[in-house]
């Protein structure tokens, strides 16, 4: 992911871009781990959970009601659908807090999150993203936000990180 810094300039949908990019790197470097190599799969698991999990807040938090205000019809159900999306996804998540990497159904677990995040991720940029510029909303404002948001959760993590 990006600074700060060179995200407060983009737009709200290329930050958010930037996110399932790298998301989408941390799936392709599992996908290429050794099937015996627990800790960079355990690694790549914590960073992707992570980055899902802020990203999600995000969008639940300032994009989609941003969306809701600016759509209409069935462009609207888009919005609906996306929030039941994150909701399979952080299901997915919070199995890895019992599982570790080795156990039964850790590999399964990630592929199959990493499925989910990738058809929501199809749908927003395909379909709901494209709404959302045509919608008029300031994505500039909406960017500011998303990165200033974005910067105090990940402050959070490291807080909670770093006392233990």
Do not use: W
């Amino acid at each position: 992911m990006s600074t700060a810094n060179s995200t407060s300039q983009q737009d709200a949908l290329a930050v958010l871009e930037a996110d399932h990019r790298a998301v989408e790197q941390l799936f392709d470097a599992f996908e290429r781990a050794e099937k015996d190599d627990l800790e960079r799969k355990t690694t790549l698991v914590q960073r992707a959970c992570e980055l899902l999990t802020i990203h999600a807040m995000v969008e639940e938090e300032l994009l989609y009601p941003a969306a809701r205000g600016a759509l209409e019809g069935e462009d609207k159900d888009d919005v609906d659908e996306a929030y039941v999306e994150h909701f399979l996804v952080k299901t997915l998540i919070e199995k890895f807090t019992q599982l570790r990497a080795g156990d039964d159904g850790f590999d399964a677990t990630f592929k199959v999150l990493s499925e989910n995040v990738n058809h929501h991720v199809e749908e927003e940029e395909k379909e709901l993203f494209p709404e959302l510029r045509k919608a008029g909303i300031d994505l500039m404002a909406l960017g500011a936000k998303i990165v200033a948001r974005k910067e105090a959760l990940q402050n959070k993590i490291t807080e909670v990180a770093t006392a233990h």
